[in-house]
């Protein structure tokens, strides 16, 4: 009994990460019945976690009255690697509105790796979202491959990575290493709608500079 008891709040606060992880993997907002499918519990049991979670701002409701991940989250993430953030960010804003794509830093986190930040250019019709929280395996998408040069996994044969439709159907991907002296392997990226014009040469070379200066700052 004592042992139930104990095991109880654990498993809670699994099903809880366990359904932001979901929220953070879904390409649109999800409905309880949605998630509780996902998550392989009964709607009431996930409505409990969801009232939870709401409660602290960790998932919020859009218009429809479907669920998505909520602002407290970007608060949680703030001091996640602040500093490497905090020299990124300019860099980000600026490749975003050079290139009119979604610009974006992603982290090693154990054998995945998971946007901490994004950035949306400002004049771009329409943009790509790359939500902070998304996650996905180390050994798919040009951001991975990025990252596994961090850790020596792989050289590569040019100074950036790309991908097509790996990760997410539709979309594609150019991104770089980022080795900074003190943090999480990381790689700064690009995502924008496969299939157009791209100058994938200039954009790989714009990251790398980016990766640079970003370096430097850690000098």
Known sequence: MADGRAEGPLQTLSRGIAALEVLAAADEALSIGELATRLGL?????YRIVRTLEHHGLVARDAAGDLVLGAGLATLARNVSRDLQTAVLPELTAI?????????????????????ISVEPRAAVATVAQRPGTRHAL????????????????????????SHDE?????SSIAVPLDVPGQQPAAIAVVYLTGGAVDVAAI????????????????
């Open 42 to 46: 009964h709607r009431s049991i996930t």
């Open 96 to 116: 975003a509105n050079e290139c009119g794509m979604t610009a974006f830093l992603t982290i090693l986190d154990g054998q995945e790796i998971v946007t901490l």
């Open 139 to 162: 050994d798919r998408g040009a951001p991975g491959r990025a990252v596994q040069r961090v850790v020596g996994r792989d050289r590569g044969t040019l100074p950036y990575e790309t």
């Open 167 to 171: 990760v997410t159907p539709g979309l």
């Open 204 to 219: 790989g070379e714009r990251l790398a500079e980016a990766a640079t200066i970003v370096r430097k700052d850690f000098r």
